[in-house]
């Protein structure tokens, strides 16, 4: 009989059934629902326990919890241990019935085991628990369960290399998946399709996953990946091509043909048995013989009016085709002058050359990423001074022929909106003030316009020419630079920009992938374009490509999005093509469209820039006080947006933003608060911390979470305010906030000024938008982009710049130098200072040119 003792017992049975002592810490043996004797009948009191249900290995997925079972009859009592100790009482889940058939008691009891239990020996040893039952008569043990956590490394360890080979060859492809507890399993695709042995006996996967094409048929032909996947997550290699190739061989030769008029009979044959494919290799030898005929077979040849005809004919044709040549050349010098004519005041090249600045923010107030002048002590090496008496950077000038020809700029040549009354379009060389709302709602209104969001606060958009042009959304780190000659001459674009906001654009993310910069839309899509525009947008990673596969996906018509680039992986033969710095992508792009950079780490050591913030209500009048802890992508779009739904909300900003690094760990993002005088404040969040999800951050739809701590104060008259308020990545780096405030003293909610800090205008049109004049910028791109034996030439320029990983790029466009230029004016738009460029000109030896020095009446 067991001795019953109290809440920390010692459970003895007597020395005829056990001749034991068992420590039951934490187990309360009192109560008639745990005696021994009475939950047996007499006739079934000398049995021992036996198992029904033992645990069985499990694995922990993310940060769901396992559950053990087990079950056993005829049982008194069971318990789980686990890593050799008692679990408590409390965390069994006990469920008693009766077997019908037997009337012997039957008992199970269930536990769950979290990812944080067998995190605290990981390493050490594996995480093990065993159930153990009793009777009146003995105990037994359950076989013991491992628990282990689940997870799927990202890179493979031998990946699949892509081959040609011949036709009828063997064909080996070689996988070893990525580690993996419990192991993947390893399936192979043909073009997305699972390869499957059991119906292609052609096909066969070995024991250690490599794919065997026993012979290559002309259908095996295609893109190979090999797919690992276990119970967390699936992975897939990078494809490789298979290309089984042909080669030709001779058909047998024709017959000889009849002697022709130049006494010879000729003979043929076809590469056709087989014909080469897939780039085998052509058939050797002659594919045509000729052999002259014989005296008697040859026929007699007449010259007469059949060579006449002939000679006239082609006399007739060239005088056409002179005449056409002729009509070609007089239209060019036509259009030539008309066009010509149009730039008639030189003043619009040099109108509002100034330094652009930005509006320097209020103290106390946190900017996002100010952007200051460099100091230069070169300007004397700049001759041209700024016009200082210009207050307004507007042309209102037309363009159109002498012949007041309305018809020169043609609208119906590409997706461009209706041209402007009588005729003529007008040329805003600076700022263009016209109704926002009423551009959006005249491009919603058009085909290709529907999915244009109506977000008027953020888009901006302006009406260019070949001058070119700049459109920025204010306190977004957004912009769109037109280079001159970047719209052909004759056409006139009105070209909007736009963030767009998750409500109203959804991006789908596959796997591990994640969002890693704003949703951005430039066009009308599809314009013609003779050079690449640069778009500028911030980005929220660490900017090191060995942690990172960040690809550029556009929205295509259709509405699906396409992958079009690979970051570090560019092609110069493509239409886009990427700078990447610290927090900012620069986009070379032929084509206007919707765009967005999407990134997928490569390990664990790879991470995201996430902005802290703390906000809390501008005034309180209650016991209650509600702190607001906002978690978000660190770039300018995301900090503006909260910024502006704080202000609606009347909250204030109480400490200076901070920057955590976030893991691709699937490690949570905990918070907590600490170090409140106890006499005056209490939390009234009832668990330790608080705890936003990995995949919310790493894959949600959300750019920006938030959670609140409600605090509360014993008293109206209190108002100080001490505490630490602490953010983590489980297992990876924090941020602690250190409050020290009266929460009664300023009451002013978040400072609308703040979000006009960036005060250049949204659109720049003509010389305005560029910091170099564009007759100084036709003289350096003329000196530079002829090749200097001395390397004194672009190249040079790129290297002082800093800009030498992109050689290849500039290389292949037709003036280097231009490239070089517009990437400068995209980079330093904020900055104003054009000294830095004059400094490197000097350096480069190219002030005895006199690129800088141009006279009054040149500008």
């Known amino acids: 009989m067991p001795l019953v003792v109290g809440p920390f017992v010692r459970c003895r049975f007597s020395a005829a059934l056990l001749g034991l002592w068992l420590v039951c810490a934490g187990f309360t043996c009192a109560g008639s629902e745990h005696d021994a004797t009475a939950a047996l009948p007499a006739a079934f009191s000398d049995l021992l326990p036996h198992f029904l249900v033992e645990p069985e290995d499990e694995y922990i997925v993310k940060n769901k919890p396992v559950t053990l079972t087990c079950r056993s009859t005829p049982a008194t009592q069971i318990y789980f241990k686990c890593i050799g100790e008692w679990v408590h009482q409390d965390d069994h889940l006990i ?14 009891v269930t536990i769950e085991i979290t990812r944080q239990q067998v995190e605290k020996i990981f390493g050490l040893d594996e995480y093990w628990c065993q159930c153990v039952a009793w009777s009146t008569t003995g105990t037994q043990k359950s076989q013991k369960a491992y628990i282990r956590i689940a997870y799927l490394r990202k890179n493979f360890e031998e990946e699949p290399q892509g081959k040609e080979v011949a036709l009828d060859q063997e064909v080996l492809l070689r996988c070893h998946p990525p580690e993996g507890v419990p192991q993947a399993e390893v399936e192979w695709q043909r073009n997305e399709d699972v390869v499957d042995p059991a119906s292609d006996p052609n096909f066969f996967i070995t024991a250690d996953h490599n794919l065997v094409i026993k012979k290559a048929r002309l259908a095996d032909t295609g893109n190979y990946t090999c797919v690992a996947k276990n119970i967390v997550a699936r992975r897939k290699s990078t494809s490789a091509t298979v290309l089984v190739y042909v080669d030709g061989g001779w058909s047998e030769w024709s017959k000889w043909s009849a ?10 044959r076809e590469c056709t048995q087989p014909s080469p494919g897939t780039g085998g290799k052509d058939c050797q030898g002659l594919d045509l013989q000729s052999l002259n005929c014989t005296s008697e077979q040859c026929p007699e040849t007449v010259s007469g009016a059949e060579d006449v005809a002939l000679y006239v004919g082609m006399v007739a044709v060239a005088l056409c085709l002179t005449l056409l040549l002729i009509v070609v050349v007089l ?18 090249l040099t109108t509002g050359f100034q330094p652009m600045g930005i509006k320097p923010s209020k103290p106390g107030v946190w900017a996002p990423r100010p952007r200051r002048p460099p100091h230069s002590k070169n300007s004397h090496l700049l001759t041209i001074q700024p016009d200082l008496t210009t207050t307004t950077t507007s042309y209102q000038g037309t363009l159109r022929s ?15 909106l209706d041209p402007l009354p009588n005729g003529s379009h007008s040329l805003h060389n600076g700022k263009l003030n016209s109704d926002p709302a009423d551009f959006v709602s005249r491009l919603s209104t058009q085909s290709y316009f529907k999915t244009l969001p109506r977000d008027v606060a953020n888009t901006s958009y302006g009406t260019f020419n070949f ?20 719209i052909p001459r004759g056409k006139i674009y009105e070209i909007y920009l736009t963030v767009q906001r998750k409500e109203d654009l959804r991006l789908p993310l596959a796997g591990c992938q994640t969002l890693l910069s704003p949703v ?17 947008m911030d980005h929220c990673f660490d900017a090191c490509l060995d942690n990172w596969a960040v690809r550029l996906k556009k929205q295509n018509y259709e509405g699906a999005w396409e992958d079009v680039l690979l970051m570090g992986e560019e092609l110069v033969s493509e239409p886009y093509y990427c700078q990447l710095e610290t927090e900012t992508c620069r986009l070379f792009s032929e084509q206007l469209g919707t765009f967005a950079l999407v990134g997928e780490s490569l390990h664990m050591g790879a991470a995201k820039r996430l902005r802290l913030m703390l906000f809390s209500d501008a005034y309180c009048s209650t016991l209650e006080y509600n702190i607001r802890v906002y978690c978000m992508d660190d770039t300018q779009d995301v900090f503006k947006e909260v910024m502006q739904m704080e202000r609606q909300l009347g909250g204030r900003l109480i400490d200076e933003p901070h920057v955590l690094l976030f893991k691709d760990s699937y490690h949570n993002l905990r918070l907590s608060i600490h170090d409140m005088p106890q006499a005056h404040w209490r939390s009234k969040l009832l668990a330790g911390y608080q705890e936003i999800p990995f995949y919310h951050i790493w894959n949600g739809s959300q750019r920006y979470l938030h959670c609140t701590f409600t605090l509360e104060r014993l008293s109206l008259s209190t108002c100080e305010l001490t505490c630490q308020l602490c953010v983590w990545q489980v297992e990876g780096e924090g941020q602690s906030f250190g409050l020290d405030f009266n ?68 290389a292949s466009k037709a003036s280097p130098t231009s490239v070089i230029l517009d990437l400068w004016e995209a980079q330093h738009f904020h900055t104003g200072n054009i000294n830095q460029l004059a400094t490197v000109m000097a350096d480069i030896g190219k002030q005895e040119a006199m690129i800088f020095l141009v006279s009054d009446g040149e500008c």
């Open 520 to 536: 951005v839309s430039c066009g009308p899509p599809g314009v013609v374009l003779s050079r690449p525009v640069i778009l500028s």
């Open 743 to 810: 929460i009664a003293k300023d009451t002013r909610a978040v400072d609308a000024e703040f979000l006009l800090m960036d005060s250049s205008a949204t659109a720049l049109a003509g010389p305005s938008a560029f910091q170099i004049p564009y007759l100084i910028r036709q003289k350096i791109c003329s000196s530079l982009d002829a090749p200097c034996p001395n390397g004194a030439d672009w190249r040079m320029l790129a290297q002082r710049l800093k800009l030498e990983r992109h050689m290849s790029f500039f």
């Open 402 to 416: 002498r012949h007041e020809a309305t018809g020169k700029f043609s609208m119906s040549n590409g997706p461009l």
């Open 467 to 486: 001058l070119g042009g700049r459109l920025t959304i204010p306190s977004t780190g957004i912009s769109l630079l037109i280079p001159p000659e970047a």
């Open 331 to 348: 239209v060019y010098r036509r259009k030539k002058e008309g066009l010509d004519a149009d730039v008639a005041d030189s003043s619009i």
């Open 95 to 108: 469920e008693r019935t009766v077997d019908p058939a037997t009337a012997l008691p039957v008992m199970q």
């Open 259 to 268: 002697c022709g008029a130049d006494c010879s009979m000729w003979r043929s």
